[in-house]
C-alpha cells in the first residue's frame, strides 16, 4: 500500500473543505419584499453570518446547520444583498435579489391644479407604483386614471405602468368645479384635485338702457362655450366711441355674472364690449343695433 | 440785580428777533404781481399755509381749510405727501389793477417729479398785489347710494412638509405676453409690450428684460418697474415699459424677457372709468393724451397712476406713456388727467388705450 506523502494529503484536505464550505451557505435567488427570507446553512460548529444590502446590516451568531429567518421588516428595501458566514478563519458568501412586492401605494403627481374645461392634452398624470416598503414596482403593473367632476361620469384612462411609472395626458372636461383625478390599482387608490374653470367667454352680447345722463350697460350672463360662467372679477371692457367726445372705457368686473358699468350719454356713440381677446356685439346709442 | 438785567436783555434780545420775524413776513415783495405770486410760492414751499392764505384774495366760500385743500390736497392724494420744488412764472396780461400769471410748477413726489401748469390771477389790493383764489369747482355729481361687493380673492396656501408627496399649492396664475416691440428713443433702448392674464385668479406680474450682445452675453438688465400694472384681474391687459438708457439697438443681438408672476391677494374694486379720452396739443403744442377719470363704485382712490398704450395701423405697440394724477378719485367725480404722447410718434398712432393703476392707502 502506497502511503501519500504529507504534501499531498494536505492538498486534497484544503480541497475536501473548500468544497465543505461552498455548501455551507443556502441562500434563494430572489426574495419578495414583506415575505423575508430563509438562509440554511451546513457543517458543524459555531458561525457568525453577515447581511448586507441596501440600507441594511445584520449580524446572527448561529451553530452550522441551523436555518436563519429573516424577516420581511429585515430586508425591507429591494435590491441586492450578500450573505457571509464566518467560521473561524473560513469565509463564504452567496448574492441573493430582494424585489418589490405587490403594489400597495401610488405616488401621483397631477399638474396643473386649475386648468380651463375643454381643452384637450392640458391635464397630465404620472404615478410612481411602489409596495408597502416604498421599493418601486418594476413589473408592468395595469393602473387606472380617472378624471371627472362630481356628478358627471367619470372618463377611465388604463395605462400599464413602464419601470415603474405610468403617466398619461388627459383632455379636461365640459364641466367646471373640482375635478377629481384619481389613479388606482386594484384596491389601492391615490386622489388628486384639478380645479376646472371656465374657458374663455363666449357670445358676449350686451345691452344698453338710459340712466340720467348717462348710459347704463349691462352684459348678459356670460358664459363660456361649454356653458360654464365665468369666475367672478373677470374684466369686462365697455367702450364708447362718440365723435368730437373721443373715446371712453370701463374696465369692469364681472358680478353674479354679468359686468356693468355707466357711460357718458352722448347721441350717435357706439358701444362696444369685450373681454380678453373675445369681442361682444357693438350697440350705436341713438340708432338702431 | 445783575441776573434781573441779564434775564431783561435776553426778553428784549427775543422781542427783537420776533419783531423783525413779522416784518420780514410783513413786507414779502408784494409790490409787483410777479413777485408777489413768488413770495406766495415761497410760502407754499415752506407750507406755511397761514402765511400762504393770507396773500391771497379768497373768492366766495373760500376759507383756510378749502384753499389747503385746492393747494396742498387731500383724501391721501400725491398732492399730500409732494413739496413744491421749484416754479417758473410768466406774465400773460397784466394792468394796474389785475394780472395773469402761468406758473410751471414742479413738484417732488415719491413716485418722481410732478409737473403743473397753473394760471394765477392777481389783484392789486391797496397797492399789494394778492393771489386772488376761487372755489374750486364744485362736482355735479348727485348724492347716492352706490352697491360696493368688496369681491376679493385671497390666498390659502397648504401648511407642512409632511403632506403627501406630489400634492401643491395652488399654480401662480398664467399670464402671456401678447406683444413685444423693441424700438429707439433719444439714445435710450426702450421695450414695449402688454401682457394679459390668461387665467381665472389675480396675479402680480413683473416683467424682467436682459439685452443680449452678438456673442450672447448679458449686456444690461432692467425690469419695466412703475411702467406697468402690476396686479393683473383674470382676462386683464396691461402694457409695460422697459427702459435701457444709453443702449443702442445695434449693439443688441436679442432680447431675453422673463415674466415673474405670482398668485397675490386681490380686489375687485374700485372701478374707474376713464372718460372723454382724446389726443389733443396742449397750450405749447405738444402731443397730449386727456380724458376724465372717473370712479364707478363707492370707493375713493387715493393716488391713481394712468397708463397709455398707443399702436399704429398695424396694431402693433409703438409707445407706452404714463402719469400720475395728483388729485384723489371721490366716487362719482371725474378728474382730469393728461399724458404725453411723443410728437414724432403722433402721426403713426392710428389706436390707443388706457388702464388705470391706483395705490390706496388701506389696500392689501
Not at chain 1, 221 to 230: A, Q
Not at chain 2, 4 to 10: H, L, Q
Amino acid at each position: 500500500m502506497k502511503i501519500l506523502n504529507p504534501r499531498t494529503l494536505l492538498s486534497i484536505l484544503v480541497l475536501c473543505c473548500s468544497s465543505a464550505f461552498a455548501q455551507e451557505l443556502k441562500v434563494p435567488q430572489t426574495a419578495v419584499d414583506g415575505d423575508g427570507v430563509n438562509i440554511g446553512t451546513t457543517g458543524s460548529g459555531s458561525a457568525t453570518l453577515y447581511i448586507t444590502g441596501p440600507g441594511t446590516a445584520l449580524k446572527r451568531e448561529l451553530r452550522r446547520g441551523d436555518t436563519i429567518s429573516l424577516t420581511g421588516d429585515e430586508i425591507a428595501y429591494a435590491g441586492r444583498y450578500t450573505a457571509v458566514l464566518k467560521s473561524g478563519s473560513e469565509t463564504t458568501a452567496q448574492n441573493f435579489y430582494v424585489v418589490a412586492g405587490k403594489p400597495a401605494k401610488l405616488n401621483f403627481m397631477a399638474r396643473p391644479s386649475r386648468v380651463p374645461v375643454a381643452q384637450p392634452n392640458v391635464i397630465s398624470g404620472v404615478v410612481f407604483v411602489l409596495d408597502r416598503d416604498d421599493n418601486l414596482v418594476t413589473a408592468p403593473t395595469p393602473v387606472n386614471f380617472q378624471l371627472g367632476v362630481n356628478g358627471s361620469a367619470a372618463a377611465s384612462h388604463p395605462v400599464t405602468s413602464k419601470n415603474g411609472v405610468a403617466w398619461i395626458k388627459a383632455a379636461s372636461g365640459k364641466q367646471e368645479g373640482a375635478a377629481q383625478f384619481t389613479a388606482s390599482i386594484g384596491d389601492v387608490s391615490a386622489k388628486r384635485v384639478v380645479q376646472q374653470v371656465a374657458s374663455d367667454p363666449c357670445n358676449l352680447r350686451m345691452k344698453a338702457q338710459p340712466a340720467g345722463s348717462s348710459i347704463e350697460v349691462q352684459t348678459e350672463p356670460i358664459k363660456d362655450c361649454s356653458g360654464n360662467p365665468v369666475p367672478d372679477g373677470t374684466i369686462v371692457t365697455f367702450s364708447e366711441t362718440a365723435g368730437a367726445h373721443g373715446r371712453s372705457t370701463v374696465d369692469a368686473r364681472v358680478k353674479h355674472g354679468i359686468a356693468r358699468a355707466t357711460l357718458p350719454a352722448n347721441p350717435g356713440a357706439t358701444l362696444s364690449v369685450a373681454s380678453g381677446v373675445v369681442l361682444g356685439n357693438e350697440i350705436r346709442w341713438g340708432g338702431g343695433q | 440785580m445783575k441776573l434781573g438785567a441779564i434775564v431783561m436783555i435776553v426778553i428784549l434780545l427775543l422781542l427783537m428777533g420776533a419783531g423783525t420775524v413779522q416784518q420780514a413776513t410783513k413786507h414779502a415783495n408784494t409790490n409787483t404781481p410777479e413777485a408777489a405770486l413768488r413770495s406766495f410760492l415761497d410760502q407754499v414751499r415752506a407750507k406755511h399755509w397761514d402765511e400762504a392764505y393770507s396773500m391771497t384774495q379768497p373768492g366766495a366760500g373760500v376759507d383756510k381749510d378749502a384753499f389747503v385743500k385746492d393747494l396742498g390736497g387731500n383724501n391721501g392724494s400725491l398732492k399730500t405727501i409732494s413739496s413744491l420744488q421749484n416754479e417758473n412764472t410768466k406774465i400773460l396780461r397784466q394792468s394796474s389793477n389785475d394780472a395773469d400769471i402761468r406758473a410751471e410748477l414742479q413738484w417732488s413726489t415719491a413716485v418722481g417729479a410732478l409737473h403743473e401748469t397753473r394760471d394765477f390771477k392777481m389783484v392789486n389790493d391797496d397797492g399789494e398785489w394778492r393771489v386772488a383764489w376761487p372755489a374750486a369747482p364744485k362736482s355735479q355729481a348727485v348724492a347716492k347710494a352706490l352697491p360696493t361687493t368688496y369681491l376679493r380673492w385671497d390666498v390659502v396656501q397648504r401648511g407642512s412638509a409632511k403632506d403627501e408627496w406630489g400634492v401643491q399649492n395652488v399654480e401662480p396664475p398664467r399670464m402671456r405676453i401678447i406683444s413685444m416691440n423693441a424700438i429707439e428713443n433719444q439714445g435710450d433702448v426702450v421695450i414695449l409690450g402688454e401682457v394679459v392674464n390668461e387665467d381665472t385668479v389675480p396675479g402680480f406680474v413683473a416683467i424682467n428684460a436682459i439685452l443680449l450682445d452678438k456673442d450672447g452675453n448679458s449686456i444690461a438688465e432692467e425690469s419695466s418697474f412703475d411702467k406697468i400694472s402690476h396686479t393683473l384681474l383674470p382676462k386683464e391687459i396691461s402694457p409695460f415699459r422697459i427702459d435701457f438708457p444709453n443702449r443702442k439697438l445695434a449693439e443688441i443681438k436679442s432680447v431675453r424677457i422673463s415674466p415673474t408672476n405670482i398668485l397675490v391677494p386681490a380686489a375687485a374694486d374700485p372701478v374707474v372709468g376713464v372718460m372723454n379720452q382724446r389726443i389733443e396739443k396742449d397750450q405749447d403744442g405738444k402731443s397730449i393724451l386727456r380724458g376724465d377719470l372717473v370712479v364707478q363704485g363707492g370707493q375713493t382712490v387715493n393716488i391713481p397712476h394712468v397708463l397709455a398704450t398707443f399702436y399704429d395701423r398695424t396694431g402693433k405697440v409703438i409707445w407706452v406713456s404714463d402719469g400720475y394724477v395728483d388729485r384723489a378719485l371721490l366716487p362719482q367725480q371725474a378728474v382730469p388727467f393728461t399724458v404725453n404722447l411723443r410728437d414724432d410718434l403722433a402721426g403713426q398712432v392710428q389706436n390707443y388705450r388706457i388702464t388705470v393703476n391706483y395705490y390706496n392707502s388701506n389696500r392689501s
